[in-house]
C-alpha cells in the first residue's frame, strides 16, 4: 500500500508545479498593474523589483501553509488514507475547475477556489463517515472547523467591500490635494504624503510579515511588538524628510512609492497566495511523512499532528517555490495578457476596447448614481462644488506623445493603489486571512477609478458590468469549486486505485487539450488584421492598407458564401453553426475596427482628413456585406436546426451557380485588391451588374413557383431572404470597388495636370 501513496506522492509534485505555473500566470501580473498602467519604470525595472518582492514573500510565507492543514477542517478526526483523499481531490478539482473557467472564459480566484476544494472535499468525506457510523448526518459539521473556515471565509467576501471603500476613500481624498496638476501640489505635501505611504508600506511588510519568519528570534519580535507606536512615528518623521530631500533634489517622490509599493503587492502576493499552489501538496507530504515514522497502518493512524503549531514548511522548499514563481512571471505569455483586464477598466480616457457588455444591473447601478450625484449637486453650494470639480480637471494630454505611449492612469492614482492593496492583505496575512490577491488588488484599482471619475456616462455602464462580471465569476468559483471538489473526492473514496488513475487520466486529457486550444487561441490572435495608425497617415498609405485587408476580407466572405450554399444543401448542422461562428466573428472584427475611428480621427492632423474619410467608407462597405453574409448565414442554420423541409432541387440548383459565379467575381476582385491595379475595376463592375440582374431573376422565377406549383411558406422565406442578403452583398461590393475606382481616377487626374503643368 505504501507504493500507491509514493505515487501520489509524485503526482502531487507534478501537479503542484503545474498549478504553480497556472496561477502565477493568471494571478501575480495583478500587481504589475498599477507599475505598467502608469508607465512609472521600463518593463524590465517593474520585473525586476517584483521578482525580488517574490523571493521574499516567499519566504515569509511559511505561516500561511497551516491554512491547508487544519485551517478548514479537523485533522484529528481523520485517518491518514482520508486526508489523502481530501488532499488529492483538492489539487485534481483544481485543475478540473480551472479548465472550466478557461473554456467558458469566466474570472476565477485561486484563493476563493482552494478554500471551497477543501471545504467540499472535507464535507464529503465527513458525509461518508457519519454514514458508515450510522450516525446523524449533522454530526459530519464536527469534522469541519466551522469557526476558522468561517472566519477564512467571512474574510474573503467582506475584503471586495473593504477593499473597493477603502480604494475609493483614499482616491477622493488624494486627488483632493493634489488634483490631476500634481507636479506643483507635490512640492507641498509630497513629503508628507510619502512619509505616510512608505511607512505603512513598512509597517505591514517588516512588523507584520517578519512575525511568521522562523529564524527571526522571537524576543526581537516581542520587542517590536511592545514598540510598535515609536518605531511607527520614527518611521513617519524619518520617511516624510527622506520624501521631501529628494522632492528638493528633483526625485519624483511618487515613482519611489509605486515601485515599493510593487515589491510590496508581490511580497504580499508571494506571502498570502502561495498556499493556493504549494499548501496542500506540503501537507499531502508532512502526513505521509508523520504516517511512516508512526508505522501505524493506512487507515488506523487518525493526523492530529497535523494540527500542531511545531509542523512548519521547510524553507528550501519556500526558496524553491519562489524561484519558480519569479521564472514564471519572466517567461509565461499567459501573464503578460492577464493585466488588460485591470488597466482596461481602471483607465483615466474612454478610448479602446470595452471587453464587457452593459447588461441590466450595470445600467440600474449607474442611473442610481447618477440620480444621486445628481442630488448632491442640488444640495452643496455652487462655490464648493465648482472648486471640488477644479480638482478632478484633467491635465491636458501632449500631443507630440502617442496614444499608445500615454499611461492608462496618472502616478498619484497608481500609488494609492499599490499602497492600499499592498496593506489590506498584509493585514489579512497577518491574521492568517487568506485574501484573495486578484480581487483586493483589482477591487482597490476599481474604486479609485470610480472615486477618479475614470468612469464617464459613456464607459461607465460597460466597466459597472466588468466589474459585475469578476465578481459573478468569484461567487461562481466558490460553488463550482465546492461541488467539484465533493464529487472527485466520493471517486476517489469509492474508487480507491481504479478512481485515483482515472481522474489523473482525465486531468492529463484537459492540461493538453487546454494546452492546445490556448496555443490555437493564440496564433489566431497573431494573425488578426488591425491597421496601424502611422501607416494610415497618408491617403496613399490607407490605398496600401485597405487594398490588402479588403483582398483578405473578400476571399474570407467568398469561401463563407460557398460553404453555407453547401452546407445548407446537405442539411449539414455541425458545418452551418461554424459558419455561423465564422461570420460573427468577421463581423465583429469589423465592428471593433469601425469603434476606433472616432479616436483615430481625433488623433490625426489636418492634412489626414481625406484619408481617414477614406478609411471610414471602407470599413462600412466591408461591415454591410459582412452582415449580409451573417444574415444569410443564420437564417441558414436556424432553417436546419428547426428541422425544417430542405430547398427544392431547383432552388439549390439556382443557389449554386449564383454561388459559383459570385466564387469566380470575388477571386479576381480579390487579386485586383492584391496586387493593387485598379484599372481593371470597371470589368468586375460589368460582372456584378450581371449578377444582380441574375439574383432578381431568380426573385421572379420564385413567385412564380409560389403561383404554379406547390412550395414550403419556410422554404419560400429562407431563400428569399438568402436572395436578398445576396443582392445587398453585392450592392455593397459594389460601393467599395467603385470608391477604389474613383481613387484611381483622381490619381490619374492628378497626373494628367501635372503632366500639363510640367509641359507649359
Not at 126 to 147: E, G, H, R, S, V
Request: net charge positive.
Amino acid at each position: 500500500m505504501e507504493q500507491v501513496y509514493i505515487f501520489m506522492l509524485f503526482v502531487f509534485l507534478v501537479l503542484a508545479v503545474i498549478d504553480l505555473v497556472v496561477g502565477v500566470s493568471n494571478d501575480a501580473a495583478n500587481f504589475l498593474n498599477s507599475a505598467v498602467g502608469s508607465k512609472v519604470a521600463t518593463i524590465r525595472t517593474i520585473m525586476i523589483v517584483a521578482s525580488v518582492g517574490v523571493a521574499v514573500g516567499a519566504i515569509f510565507s511559511s505561516g500561511m501553509m497551516e491554512i491547508a492543514r487544519k485551517g478548514i477542517f479537523n485533522p484529528q478526526l481523520f485517518y491518514f488514507d482520508e486526508v489523502m483523499i481530501i488532499f488529492m481531490s483538492v489539487i485534481l478539482a483544481d485543475i478540473l475547475l480551472f479548465d472550466l473557467f478557461n473554456t467558458i472564459g469566466l474570472p476565477t480566484s485561486t484563493t476563493v477556489s482552494i478554500v471551497f476544494e477543501l471545504l467540499g472535499a472535507a464535507a464529503c468525506v465527513a458525509t461518508f463517515k457519519t454514514f458508515k457510523a450510522n450516525q446523524p448526518l449533522w454530526q459530519a459539521f464536527d469534522y469541519i472547523n466551522t469557526a476558522e473556515a468561517g472566519k477564512i471565509i467571512t474574510g474573503i467576501f467582506t475584503s471586495v467591500i473593504i477593499a473597493f471603500t477603502v480604494g475609493t476613500i483614499v482616491q477622493y481624498l488624494a486627488r483632493l490635494v493634489f488634483s490631476f496638476r500634481y507636479q506643483e501640489q507635490v512640492k507641498y505635501v509630497g513629503g508628507v504624503f510619502g512619509g505616510i505611504s512608505l511607512t505603512a508600506l513598512t509597517y505591514f511588510i517588516v512588523f507584520k510579515g517578519l512575525k511568521d519568519v522562523a529564524f527571526i528570534p522571537k524576543s526581537a519580535i516581542a520587542w517590536m511588538d511592545t514598540n510598535i507606536l515609536p518605531l511607527l512615528l520614527g518611521c513617519l518623521v524619518f520617511y516624510s524628510v527622506l520624501s521631501q530631500v529628494l522632492i528638493k533634489m528633483k526625485v519624483n517622490i511618487f515613482r519611489v512609492i509605486i515601485l515599493s509599493g510593487t515589491f510590496a503587492l508581490a511580497m504580499a502576493f508571494a506571502g498570502n497566495d502561495l498556499v493556493n499552489f504549494i499548501g496542500v501538496p506540503v501537507a499531502a507530504y508532512q502526513s505521509y511523512d508523520i504516517w511512516h515514522v508512526s508505522g501505524e497502518a493506512h487507515n488506523g493512524l487518525l493526523m492530529g499532528s497535523l494540527a500542531a503549531n511545531e509542523l512548519s514548511t521547510p524553507t528550501a522548499i519556500l526558496l524553491l517555490t519562489g524561484f519558480l514563481m519569479i521564472l514564471t512571471l519572466w517567461f509565461s505569455k499567459k501573464a503578460r495578457h492577464v493585466i488588460d483586464t485591470g488597466v482596461n477598466l481602471s483607465r483615466q480616457n474612454e478610448s479602446g476596447e470595452e471587453k464587457f457588455s452593459s447588461n441590466f444591473l450595470s445600467r440600474f447601478l449607474v442611473r442610481i448614481t447618477v440620480g444621486v450625484a445628481n442630488g448632491v449637486n442640488f444640495i452643496m453650494p455652487k462655490k464648493l462644488s465648482d472648486k471640488i470639480d477644479s480638482r478632478f480637471e484633467k491635465a491636458e494630454e501632449d500631443p507630440n506623445v502617442k496614444e499608445e505611449d500615454l499611461p492608462a492612469f496618472d502616478l498619484v492614482r497608481a500609488a494609492i493603489n499599490l499602497v492600499v492593496s499592498s496593506s489590506l492583505i498584509a493585514i489579512g496575512t497577518s491574521f492568517k486571512l487568506p485574501l484573495s490577491t486578484t480581487y483586493v488588488t483589482f477591487m482597490v484599482a476599481m474604486g479609485s477609478s470610480l472615486a477618479d471619475r475614470a468612469w464617464g456616462r459613456d464607459s461607465a455602464v460597460y466597466r459597472v458590468a466588468g466589474v459585475l462580471n469578476v465578481i459573478g465569476g468569484w461567487f461562481l468559483t466558490a460553488i463550482v469549486a465546492f461541488i467539484g471538489a465533493f464529487i472527485v473526492a466520493s471517486i476517489l473514496y469509492y474508487g480507491s486505485v481504479i478512481g485515483l488513475i482515472l481522474m489523473i487520466l482525465v486531468v492529463g486529457f484537459l492540461l493538453i487539450r487546454n494546452a492546445i486550444a490556448y496555443r490555437n487561441k493564440q496564433k489566431a490572435k497573431a494573425q488578426g488584421r488591425r491597421f496601424e495608425r502611422a501607416d494610415l497617415a497618408t491617403i496613399g498609405g490607407v490605398i496600401k492598407e485597405s487594398s490588402n485587408y479588403v483582398s483578405e476580407t473578400i476571399y474570407r466572405i467568398d469561401q463563407l458564401y460557398s460553404k453555407v450554399v453547401k452546407n445548407l444543401g446537405t442539411q449539414d448542422l455541425s458545418k452551418l453553426t461554424k459558419n455561423k461562428k465564422n461570420a460573427k466573428k468577421l463581423e465583429k472584427e469589423l465592428d471593433e475596427l469601425k469603434g476606433n475611428v472616432y479616436y483615430f480621427i481625433k488623433s490625426l492632423n489636418e492634412s489626414s482628413v481625406a484619408s481617414s474619410k477614406f478609411y471610414i467608407l471602407i470599413l462600412d462597405y466591408l461591415q454591410d456585406m459582412a452582415q449580409c453574409l451573417t444574415a444569410i448565414t443564420l437564417n441558414s442554420y436556424e432553417h436546419v436546426n428547426n428541422n425544417h423541409k430542405n430547398l427544392k432541387f431547383n432552388q439549390l440548383r439556382d443557389l449554386k451557380a449564383i454561388s459559383d459565379k459570385m466564387e469566380n467575381v470575388f477571386k479576381a476582385e480579390a487579386e485586383i485588391f492584391k496586387g493593387e491595379d485598379y484599372s481593371k475595376l470597371h470589368t468586375i463592375l460589368e460582372e456584378c451588374k450581371v449578377l444582380k440582374d441574375e439574383v432578381s431573376k431568380m426573385v421572379q422565377k420564385q413567385i412564380d413557383r409560389i403561383r404554379t406549383t406547390e412550395t414550403s411558406q419556410k422554404t419560400t422565406k429562407l431563400y428569399f431572404s438568402i436572395l436578398l442578403e445576396t443582392n445587398a452583398l453585392i450592392r455593397a461590393n459594389n460601393n467599395l470597388m467603385m470608391q477604389f475606382e474613383e481613387y484611381q481616377k483622381q490619381q490619374m487626374r492628378a497626373r494628367s495636370k501635372f503632366g500639363t503643368q510640367k509641359r507649359i
